[in-house]
């Protein structure tokens, strides 16, 4: 089992940059790929990007150039680094942990809105 605390979220204006940082406690050695998912209300759950514990990464395409995720792994924390921010990212962005036996664990979920 895993927990996952994430913070960063908040009110942004367009072009503008903000860092979600998700940190991760309890089973942690269990966890192969962390990564970052986002949410707005009336659609599903999407990925924005995500990073294994090699080092290996994923990025949606409607943020790629414009977001860095990156981990460290002493600290058991990932990051967002979100850059050039649209009204469209505007969503509640959830961080997630998944095992290498492939269960996956879920943050509480941060709001990120971007005004134009």
């Known amino acids: 089992q895993v927990q996952l605390v994430e913070s960063g979220g908040g009110l942004v204006q367009a072009g503008g940059s903000l860092r979600l940082s998700c940190a991760a406690s309890?089973?942690?050695?269990?966890?192969?790929?962390m990564g970052w998912y986002r949410q707005t209300p009336g659609k599903q759950r999407e990925l924005v990007a995500t990073?294994?514990?090699?080092?290996?990464?994923n990025y949606a395409d409607s943020v790629k150039g414009r977001f860095t995720i990156s981990r460290d792994n002493a600290k058991s924390t990932v990051y967002l680094q979100m850059s050039s921010l649209k009204p469209e990212d505007t969503a509640v962005y959830y961080c997630?942990?998944?095992?290498?036996?492939?269960?996956?664990?879920w943050g509480q979920g941060t709001q990120v809105t971007v005004s134009s």
């Open positions: 997630n942990a998944m095992f290498f036996n492939g269960r996956d664990y």
């Open positions: 309890g089973s942690i050695f269990s966890i192969n790929a």
């Open positions: 990073i294994t514990r090699g080092g290996s990464l």
